[in-house]
């Protein structure tokens, strides 16, 4: 496979000697480097960093890649040397859990400065010297199942001052050579790292504790042998109880600037950042006393207030203080619109508060809407914003509670990469993620894994999204005519046909699948044993993919065979198709389910065409989409959710030229999404992420539609 290697010259990973296998461990690496001199940063981690220089904000990183194996981010720094000596700091996080956003891999940082071909400061050589960043809580909760660690911190006077101060007094820790593996390039764009403020403070209230335990938990909370984190007595931090025993009282609707938001004790302020961005925190903090400083967020305001544990998550950063003023940058980017700041045991003060968009480069996108419609636009930039926000070192489902690059999503969203900029390198780089390393650690011969970089301790995948690799992969290769990575995944998508080919019945149908087998958000869910025919429609698109990328005639064959027995056995009476057959006595009998999203992966999938059942294709067209429910027809087909199945609705309008519909089905679907977060969700309420990256797809449509430009 063509990997792009990269050699660092002197620089070697190296962590805090004993401590790179702690769970939730951070370390600052901080070099001197002069002033007056261009200079360049390549790093790579383990796991997460942020890069600073005299404290300022340049990065974070670096791009997640395979097992074993490292990305490698470059940045340019010439501009951020306004000294005559500058401190150049990366404060990295050893994580060392299991999760879906980070691998569970030894901590370290491999990194070095160079000027002119000079190497200034390398790891494991000489320039860098290490500190433990004990302001930052080691023992706290997870963030959520699908993430690691939430942020807690414990400031006190000359907090953070080895990362600015060349002269620092604070002590080093010594650090020791950690194994690695292989570097390669970034070979992506790299984010803007705007700058967003919010727009308003708009409520203020006070906050009572109650001594009930009423605090949120839930799987995240509890350590097992296969899921890692510190159990509820080791926690030195538990901010999700903390801010459960939360009452907020006297709340006041108010409209002032955020650009100083000072707080009495025992009160709270809201604040609107206008649109649902993703980023890092930055502020300056002043407390008056001792006390306590949290920061609550989330995407959507539920009955009018701010609920931070809505995903299943605790989206909180608790500060503690001592007296003082303090600025923190935050390790790692959160998605919202909405924050509530809570000052408890102390008056504050915050200043300068803001977002760093973590986010595709709006500089690499060539595009502008080019319709007359407002509403349209409005769901233009939504779109735009939710493909940037999840399109960063991998194809994100969301940048909020899980930040994992899922399969399925990405086939949408590699579309609208495409879209954009022309071309597919963040799609290359995920790709290829899935085929660099030997196998996958806790899951079947040939399976690949429903999400990655991520680890599954607990066995379980979706073996339906194992397909839609294969048919990402066949659009990809049309898009980018790269026969070479095509070419490389061979052996893997075979091995993945060996694995599907166990499950084949005397039907040639796959029954009883194993793991999570998933469709949608929908009771689509829930008929999916012991034969389901969506799976097998799937099924028979990825041989169809296999045959034309291979030239494999054979799996042509099966494919069309497999597509007559489906319609032969999963077509009903009624015109529709049955989701699924159970096994009884010995033969399979159609369970009488039928729902919305099976006829669509029925037309998406070929086993149905306008032309062989040209009444069920008018009933979808002309009387199905998001009003059916109001208009009270065909309740008995359970209604598709959006994920997939409206998404793969709109794309049949599009594909087979029903205009007029597809722009009236988009502003349906997107408009109120757009019109209350300024992104599109996971679902068609607010039970889920409100910014996931297949739901920037409707840019896709948009350009089919001629309502957008190509610069």
């Not at 764009?189 to 727009?199: A, F, G, R």
């Not at 990469?417 to 660099?436: D, G």
């Not at 039907?507 to 998933?518: A, D, H, I, R, T």
Request: proline residues 3%.
């Amino acid at each position: 496979m063509r990997i792009n290697d990269y050699k660092f010259r002197t620089a070697v990973p190296v962590w805090e000697a004993g401590t790179s296998k702690m769970m939730n461990r951070t370390i600052s690496f901080c070099a001197n480097i002069k002033g007056g001199q261009k200079a360049t940063v390549a790093a790579a981690a383990s796991c997460s960093f942020i890069l600073l220089v005299n404290g300022e904000f340049v990065a974070h990183g670096p791009a997640r890649c395979a097992h074993g194996h490292f990305r490698v981010d470059e940045y340019d720094i010439t501009s951020y040397l306004t000294k005559a000596v500058n401190r150049v700091t990366f404060r990295v996080v050893g994580y060392n859990v299991n999760s879906f956003s980070y691998l569970n891999q030894p901590s370290f940082l491999c990194a070095e400065i160079t000027s002119n071909g000079d190497i200034l400061a390398a790891t494991g050589a000489n320039g860098f010297t290490c500190y433990g960043t004990d302001e930052r809580i080691i023992k706290t909760q997870r963030y959520s199942f699908q993430r690691t660690f939430t942020e807690s911190y414990q400031l006190a006077p000359g907090a953070f001052d080895y990362e600015i101060n060349a002269d620092t007094k604070a002590a080093a820790v010594s650090t020791e050579l950690v194994t690695a593996g292989r570097f390669i390039c970034r070979d992506m764009p790299y984010s803007d790292n705007e700058v967003l403020l919010p727009e308003k403070v708009f409520r203020r209230g006070g906050v009572t504790y109650s001594d009930k335990e009423k605090y949120y938990k839930d799987r995240a909370h509890v350590a097992t042998d296969i899921f890692f984190t510190y159990s509820e007595s080791e926690l030195e931090c538990a901010s999700h109880i903390e801010t459960g025993k939360f009452d907020y009282t006297a709340p006041q609707c108010v409209n002032e600037q955020s650009d100083v938001i000072s707080l009495d004790d025992d009160s709270y302020a809201d604040v609107d950042m206008g649109v649902n961005y993703t980023g890092l925190y930055d502020l300056t903090v002043e407390a008056e006393s001792e006390g306590t400083l949290y920061i609550l967020f989330d995407e959507i305001l539920c009955d009018g207030n701010v609920n931070h544990f809505r995903m299943s998550s605790s989206a909180v950063i608790t500060v503690r203080m001592k007296a003082g003023k303090y600025h923190l940058t935050c390790a790692e980017p959160y998605t919202l619109r909405y924050i509530r700041l809570v000052a408890k045991g102390t008056a504050v003060k915050i200043t300068g508060l803001k977002l760093y968009h973590i986010a595709f480069p709006q500089t690499a996108i060539n595009t502008k809407f080019i319709g007359n419609d407002d509403t349209m636009k409005l769901i233009y930039d939504s779109a735009v914003e939710t493909f940037r926000a999840n399109t960063v070192d991998i194809y994100m489902d969301c940048p909020s509670r899980e930040r994992a690059g899922w399969l399925c999503d990405s086939f949408f969203t590699s579309r609208v990469e495409y879209v954009l900029t022309n071309r597919s390198q963040v799609e290359r780089a995920f790709l290829e993620n899935f085929l660099l390393p030997d196998s996958f650690e806790f899951l079947p011969e040939g399976m690949l894994p429903m999400c990655y970089p991520s680890d599954h301790n607990d066995h379980v995948f979706i073996p339906n999204w194992a397909m839609w690799y294969v048919v990402e992969l066949g659009e990809y290769l049309k898009r980018t005519g790269d026969a070479e990575l095509v070419a490389n995944a061979k052996k893997r998508v075979y091995a993945l046909y060996s694995y599907f080919k166990k499950f084949e019945n005397e039907y040639g149908l796959l029954e009883k699948l194993e793991s999570w087998v998933f469709l949608e958000w929908s009771k689509s869910n829930e008929l999916v044993q012991d034969v389901s025919f969506p799976s097998n429609m799937l099924y028979c698109t990825m041989l169809d993919t296999m045959a034309e990328l291979y030239g494999d005639a054979a799996l042509k064959d099966k494919a069309d065979a497999l597509r007559d027995t489906i319609n032969k056995l999963a077509m009903t009476e009624s015109g529709f198709y049955c989701d699924n057959a159970i096994r009884r006595d010995g033969k399979l009998v159609l369970s009488g389910e039928r729902t919305e999203s099976c006829q669509y992966y029925a037309f998406f999938t070929g086993i149905a065409t306008p032309q062989t059942r040209p009444k069920l294709w008018n009933i979808l067209v002309h009387e199905f989409g998001y009003d059916r429910a109001e208009k009270g027809l065909y309740p008995e087909i359970w209604p598709a959710n959006a994920f997939i199945g409206n998404y793969l609705r709109l794309d049949l309008l599009c594909k087979h030229g029903f205009n007029e519909e597809l722009y009236d089905n988009i502003k349906g679907y997107f408009t109120y999404m757009a019109e209350r977060t300024g992104t599109l969700w996971e679902n068609i309420s607010i039970h889920g992420s409100c910014n996931h990256g297949f739901a920037s797809h409707v840019l896709y449509w948009m350009d089919k539609l001629g309502l957008i430009a190509h610069e």
